[in-house]
């Protein structure tokens, strides 16, 4: 993981990374990043905090697959929002911290 930005809402996010040629939805194929976790590195993670409500948080994640396809990936933060792929997220990024 290379950077981390606070932004006002999840769609600014999403248009600044677009901008930086991540145009491919991970949401859609998941299944890629579950089967295939170490073949993805996260360059860029977005966090979005709700005003008062935690269920408003969610992640955007700005994911580089070793084929080149650049893409993005959001979660939210609540239990029932955390999906296989988005459990994967969290490992690759708490393992990659330091790099």
Known sequence: MKNMYHYASVSKALNELNEKGFTYDFNIHEEEIVKNPNQHEIIH???????????????????????????????????????????????????????
Not at 69 to 85: R, W
Not at 89 to 95: A, C, N, R, S
């Open 45 to 99: 993670i977005y966090r979005y905090e709700g005003d008062s409500n935690p269920d408003d948080e969610a992640i955007v994640y700005g994911i580089k697959s070793q084929s080149g396809t650049k893409g993005v990936y959001v979660s939210g933060f609540s239990a029932n929002s955390v999906s296989e792929a988005a459990q994967i997220l969290i490992k690759l990024t708490i393992v990659n911290k330091n790099k």
